[in-house]
Structures are given as structure tokens and as C-alpha cells.
């Protein structure tokens, strides 16, 4: 399987740029060496673009802005020649309305800079949420030799010597907080102790979860993933990748070859052990997509039944992070322990596959990394539900959510935005009880717009002081992956294109099964012919600019909110440059 493959210097993609003895060429030498560069920087060497999500506004990404400089030299090292090209950063902490509105704008973004520059191959930085599949997807419909380096996560969060994880410690603070437990100074302490050094959030939230499908596909170097962003060993993988992309070229090994139908089932698989995020299956749907594997909602169902949760990490896991996951041996000692789920036989950019790529991986904390014999949920993490309510699906996260609401039958509360429901929340007269199924709608791709995360709707402070910590919820939009309860999210189709969901009223009765993996209204096809009739499709978000265009093109959750126009059977992309 090892790509021996050897493309000669003079057929490099950037000598197209720099070789011929043309005016246009004159044009892009003069050019470089107006950076003080000469003839002996570029001739014969791969170039390789550095896309860098590097920005002021995204603090998971800080060390990128030095980090850089270690990929840069071992591109040299090995041989190549680096061209940083910085790419949006998509800040999960700053970016409103959500950056999901974003990420096919960096994979739209990502893939036009390696098409109209002189590269031949890439290495993405990314690593806070959005950033990994938007990379991975521009990149794989741009098809150059690609090599992920993950951003790693931070440290631990501490406050008072008590571990805090990134958002799922904000949400149970925040809960203690408003059935009056905490005070302004203790917030304040967990305010400055929960987030304590660069690198993406620390819970296998969506970044660490898409960082590790990122991996299982075999698009970074074995074990990147797992490394704290502020362990010097992450110096050592950025110099490494550097190193390993000079060598990618010239065995012309792309993404093509790494991502396959059997190397996205891996990423599936591995998903599933550690927990992952909801994210996941609309992510990892768009980015194996891009590469022409046909993922669907199935597929996440098919091997969630079939694949324990091993990784004990918060919020599925008790009490772990993904430092103490980093020091059990980290997502190689994970996928050993999966070998007999996996097909090892897959290439990873490493040039040998990914079994070899296990070889001598241990797990050196059987509590945090647990055996498939001794798992933490004895099924994976995710189920798709399907019904009159959602006849394309939702998803939800059994292993995060009380076992109690697996089977149960409630009455709807709806909210139709954000806003309205906002504003009943905290109201002490709030018809609401723990059997109640709280309903937002018009928060999906369109609705949203942009699906926010917004699907992990607060428990009605009235039932927080009753000691009241979980309930049904059901929404089109998303939840963070550092989020945790019974959440039904990404029903499809959307409110806010007709889906049936913008049909239920509050006091309808809901029916939900985990087991039967359905989530039906109570109410008569009748019934629910009539409120259709009276259905009013709600104005655009966007009149113009990009919004505008996510608004005409983007499709819908079960299909991973891809543009239409980005598929890869949209139509050929356009031949390379020939002027
Ligand atoms: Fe960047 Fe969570 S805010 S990964
Ligand atoms: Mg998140």
C-alpha cells in the first residue's frame, strides 16, 4: 500500500508558475524575488501551502501565529518550499450569528486558494470546530496532497483545584448559578480557571472530535491529534507534518487515497468509541461527501449499535479530559483497542497503512481508555430518530442523557425562535413540567439561520430549583459538543422550509422511542393536513451578499449542509491554469 510513486521536479503544478522562459513566468520570479527570494528557494522544490486559521479572534488557535514557523521549517528541512496562505478562522468563541454559517465559506475559501495559487501541496491548521471539516472539504475537491495538523487541545480548566471542562462545566456552573448555589465571586473564579492556555476546547466536544475523525480518516500523522496544544511534542508534529507533505508530493499521494469509503467507516467507528459530538454526523457527512462516498444518517445509526463508547472523556465519560486521554496513550491506544472494528488495510498520509501506523501503541490508563469488554456505554453514541415530526431524521446522544426519557411520552411546549423562548424561560408561572418536551423551531440551516447551537434549550429555571437537570428537547438546530441532556437535534426537514415540525402545537402529545429509534406527534393526518394549509413559509434571513447565497444553496442537516453547487456531481471543476 506504501505510495512509491515519484513525480518528477519539472512536473511539479507551481513549475507551471515559475518555469517556462515566458513574460507571464518573468512576472511571478521578479515577484519572489522582490521577497528576497532567489531561483534556489524555488527551483525544483515542491511549494506548500500553509492555510492558517490564525486570527486575533479565535483564542483556540493563538499558537498558530508561531506554530506556523515550525511547519515552515520542516518544509525546508525536508526539501520545500512554504507559502503561509491565511484562511478565515472561524472563532467559535466570537463568531455570531453561529460560524456553521461559515464553514463552507473556509472550504469554499480553502479550496480556491490552493486552485489559484502556485502550490502543490497543503498543510491545513485548524483544529476549532468548523475549521477541520471546512479544510478537509475544500481541500479534498481541490485533490492536492493534503496533510491535517490539528491545533490540539488546551489544559485542563481549574478553578479551586476542581478540573473544569470547556463548555460542559460553563452550562452546570451556569445551572448551579441560577438555583442561586454560586456566588458573583466563585463565577468570576470559574470565569478565569475554565479556559487557561491556547488550543481548542479540552472536552470531546466537536473540535476533539472532529481533530479525531480527521485522524481515523488518516489525514494527519498518527497520534497528532491527541497532543495538548501546549505540550512541546506539538511543536515536534507541526515540524514533522512539514517534514511529511515534501514527501506527500512527490508520491502524488492525495486525499483520494486516504479518504475512501473504508477510511470514512473507520472515522464512523472511532467517532462512536470516543463519544463524539452531534456535530460529527453532519460534518463528517459533508466531508466524505466531497470525496464521493455516499455517507448517510444509516450509516451513523448501523455502527452506533454496533460500537461501544471506550473513551472516557467528559461530557459522555465521568470525569476525564483530553489531557488525561493525551497521557493514557491518546486516540492510537483508542483505535488499537477498536483494531478488531477497524479496516486497517486503509492508507493514511503517513505512505503505509493504517494498521502498520498502531503498531506499539499501548494504553496506559484502562480507566480513561477502557477495553471494547469494559466500556463506558455498550452502545455508541448517537442515534437517529425518525418520525411524523422529523421524517428525515434527528439525532440524539443516548449516553449523555438520563436513561429515563429513552421511552417516554410527554406534552409539547414550543417555542417558534430564540427570543420567545428566551423570554419564558425564567418566568416562575411557566406551564411547564419534567414531562413536558420543550420544542424550538426555525433554528436550522435556514432558520437559524445557519443552525445555530442553540438546540440544548435551558431547562425552565422553575424546574432547576426543584432539582430538575434533564428533559426532552427537540429542535433543528445544533447542539455543542461540550453540551449534554436529552436533546433531539438537526430534525430534518427544517421548520422554516415546511418540515412538520413548524406543525406541532403546544400540549401535543410526543412519542418518543430510543430503542425503536422514533419520535412521532400525537396528532391525526387530518389534523395535521389542516395546519399545513395554514402554514406561512417565514421571509429569508438574507437579502443579499453571502447569506443570501447560503440561503439558496445550502441543503439540509441529514445531508450535511454542503452547498448543492459543491457536491462533487455538481459538474466538473474547472481545468487547472494554463496562462
Ligand atoms: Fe474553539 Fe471550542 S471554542 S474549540
Ligand atoms: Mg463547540
Redesign the pocket.
Known sequence: MTNKKTIKAEDLRSARWFAPDDLRSFGHRSRAMQMGLGPEDWEGKPQIAIINTWSDA???HAHFKFRVDDIRRGITEAGGFPMELPAISL???YVKPTTMLYRNMLAMETEELLRSHPVDGVVLMG???KTTPGLIMGAVSMGLPTIYVPAGPMLRGNWHGNVLG??SDAWKYWDERRAGNISDEEWQGIEGGIARSYG??MTM???STMTAIAEALGMTLPGATSIPAADSNHIRMCTASGRRIVNMVWEDLRPDQVITAASVENAVTVAMATGCSTNAVIHLIAMARRAGVDLDLNDFDRLSRTTPVIANIRPTGDKYLMEDFYYAGGLRALMSQLAPKLDLTCQTVTGVPLGETLEGAKVHNEDVIRSLSNPIYKEGSLAVLRGNLAPDGCVIKPSACDPKYFEHVGPALVFDSYPEMKAAIDDENLDVTADHIMVLRNVGPLGGPGMPEWGMLPIPTKLVKQGVRDMLRLSDARM?G?SYGACMLHAAPEAAIGGPLALVKTGDMIRVSIPDRTIEMMVSDEELAKRRSEWKKPEPAFARGYGWMFGRHVKQANDGCDFDFLETGFGPTAGEPDI
Open positions: 479565535n483564542p483556540c472563532s467559535e468563541s483544529g476549532c470546530d470547556s463548555g481548542h476546547c466536544g466537536t473540535a455543542s461540550t
